[in-house]
């Protein structure tokens, strides 16, 4: 332990592993402690005993539900986009070898109390229910619009500077109805509320288009893929990573002291009364407690259902987004659901969560639009837990820390968090273009 690192990393959840392995990759010496025995810290996987104990208190689940051992239920579920970044930074970090995905079933949207496929094209734009006869027509000219819109070619700009036009004026021109646009921004580009709108356009454009690409590319009935066995994998794919290039991982060290110099500047890291060096420190936001504030709380429900969630084509993965105008929110719910085909569950068993950002201390009175979709459910815990981001200066303190995650059920914002601390961290931006068919052949096995 006594000697000094580039960086030591604090917290083996899925932000800081990716961290971790990126920075090993670039040659840095890095060291990584866990306060627990187990990879993942608040994106950890459960089997089933675990998550009784976590939120039953005991240890003893039902035995109709099968063997505990044949359940990894992620904590902080998230599919990832195909095409999408975080699949890029696999990629890019050769983490894909140590890893196997599997396309998910569906991608679907919640409006006026019902569940719908979520139309990415102009073909499937003019099939969906979700739109009358005349709408269908716009919103086909403004999916054709998207699709043939490159940024290098002045043409298929039709006169419009993305840069500069935003994105409500974008779908003006295209004279779409609320609903449609309440569709495309919140199930196709992602966007967490409205504020979008106002902003300039080419941003929403071009996550359309990251859509429509990534659901192109398994042809299979949306653009998401997930790993087989959940995510619970991916923060030892990067352990074995970071000690492929001379990274050293430690688990259960009890407290993880960061210790300062008298200017306030991390200098290294004490546990069980030994102090490793180091230039910098990463970290989740429960070991520098008094260096993050509180943004809010996310509200979530876990379900161990025996079928798929009812009007999602018996998807056996699937994600539903109900947009907060539906329902009279500020912010969107999600529902995600996987299943025994991802090797997360027990045969024949489901495993649904239902997440938004909490707006009441109520979670079960909060979510219940959402569990409502669910039909029956074998079995359902309640949880919420609180938000961080940090709140200090890292260019005074060498502390560079990660934001809690949000209540999405995709990875894109959490992504980009990794890259923006990578960036702050290391001074430069991460490459990565990379050949994003490297990661095809373990989708489709």
């Known amino acids: 332990m006594d000697e000094e690192y580039d960086v030591i990393v604090l917290g083996t959840g899925l932000k800081e592993c990716i961290l971790s392995g990126l920075?090993?990759?670039?040659?840095?010496?890095v060291l990584h402690m866990d306060r627990n025995d187990y990879y993942g810290g608040e994106s950890t996987s459960l089997n089933l005993t675990q998550l009784w104990k976590r939120f039953?208190?005991?240890?003893?689940?039902?035995?109709?539900?099968?063997?505990?051992?044949?359940?990894?239920?992620?904590?902080?579920?998230?599919?990832?986009?195909?095409?999408?970044?975080?699949?890029?930074?696999?990629?890019?970090?050769?983490?894909?070898?140590?890893?196997?995905?599997?396309?998910?079933?569906?991608?679907?949207?919640?409006n006026k109390g019902k569940i719908y496929k979520v139309p990415a094209s102009?073909?499937?734009?003019?099939?969906?229910?979700?739109?009358?006869?005349?709408?269908?027509?716009?919103?086909?000219?403004?999916?054709?619009?998207?699709?043939?819109?490159?940024?290098?070619d002045p043409k298929s700009h039709e006169g419009l500077d993305l840069n500069q036009v935003t994105?409500?004026?974008?779908?003006?021109?295209?004279?779409?109805?609320?609903?449609?646009?309440?569709?495309?921004?919140?199930?196709?580009?992602?966007?967490?509320?409205?504020?979008?709108?106002?902003e300039p356009a080419k941003d929403f454009v071009e996550r359309i288009k990251l859509y429509a690409e990534s659901l192109a590319r398994f042809q299979g009935g949306s653009p998401y893929i997930y790993p087989l066995y959940g995510l619970g994998e991916l923060p030892q794919a990067?352990?074995?990573?970071?000690?492929?290039?001379?990274?050293?991982?430690?688990?259960?060290?009890?407290?993880?002291?960061?210790?300062?110099?008298g200017d306030g500047r991390a200098i290294g890291v004490t546990s069980e009364?030994?102090?490793?060096?180091?230039?910098?420190?990463?970290?989740?936001?429960?070991?520098?407690?008094?260096?993050v504030r509180n943004i809010g709380k996310v509200a979530r429900a876990i379900c161990i259902m025996s079928h798929p969630i009812p009007d999602t084509n018996d998807s056996h993965s699937a994600q539903v987004i109900l947009p907060q105008k539906q329902l009279g929110r500020k912010s969107?719910?999600?529902?995600?659901?996987?299943?025994?085909?991802?090797?997360?569950?027990?045969?024949?068993?489901?495993?649904?969560?239902?997440?938004?950002?909490?707006?009441?201390?109520?979670?079960?009175?909060?979510?219940?639009p959402g569990i409502d979709l669910l039909g029956p459910v074998d079995e359902i815990f309640y949880d919420t837990y609180d938000r961080f981001v940090p709140s200090n200066d890292h260019e005074v303190d060498g502390c560079f820390i990660s934001g809690?995650?949000?209540?999405?059920?995709?990875?894109?914002?959490?992504?980009?968090?990794?890259?923006?601390?990578?960036?702050?961290?290391?001074?430069?931006?991460?490459?990565?273009?990379?050949?994003?068919?490297?990661?095809?052949?373990?989708?489709?096995?």
């Not at 709408?135 to 054709?144: G, V, Y």
């Open 23 to 29: 920075l090993s990759v670039d040659g840095l010496k």
């Open 56 to 110: 039953r208190g005991d240890d003893k689940p039902p035995e109709e539900l099968g063997s505990s051992r044949e359940y990894n239920v992620d904590m902080i579920p998230k599919f990832m986009m195909a095409n999408g970044i975080f699949v890029r930074v696999l990629i890019h970090t050769d983490v894909t070898k140590y890893l196997n995905f599997k396309a998910v079933d569906g991608s679907f949207v919640y």
């Open 122 to 152: 102009d073909v499937e734009a003019l099939k969906s229910p979700l739109m009358g006869l005349f709408e269908k027509r716009r919103a086909r000219k403004f999916f054709i619009y998207v699709q043939d819109y490159e940024e290098n």
């Open 167 to 198: 994105a409500r004026q974008l779908i003006s021109k295209y004279g779409l109805e609320d609903d449609t646009i309440d569709f495309i921004g919140h199930a196709l580009a992602l966007h967490l509320d409205d504020g979008y709108l106002d």
């Open 238 to 261: 990067f352990a074995r990573l970071s000690a492929v290039y001379g990274g050293t991982y430690m688990l259960n060290k009890p407290e993880c002291k960061v210790e300062f110099d």
């Open 273 to 291: 009364g030994e102090t490793a060096k180091c230039k910098k420190v990463v970290c989740d936001p429960s070991y520098l407690p008094d260096k």
């Open 332 to 368: 969107d719910m999600y529902l995600f659901c996987c299943s025994y085909s991802h090797n997360v569950a027990a045969k024949g068993k489901y495993i649904a969560f239902v997440t938004t950002e909490a707006e009441t201390d109520q979670p079960e009175v909060e979510l219940k």
């Open 404 to 445: 809690s995650y949000d209540a999405t059920t995709h990875f894109e914002t959490s992504v980009k968090d990794v890259l923006e601390m990578y960036s702050k961290i290391t001074g430069k931006t991460l490459d990565l273009s990379v050949d994003l068919s490297a990661a095809s052949a373990a989708a489709e096995e």
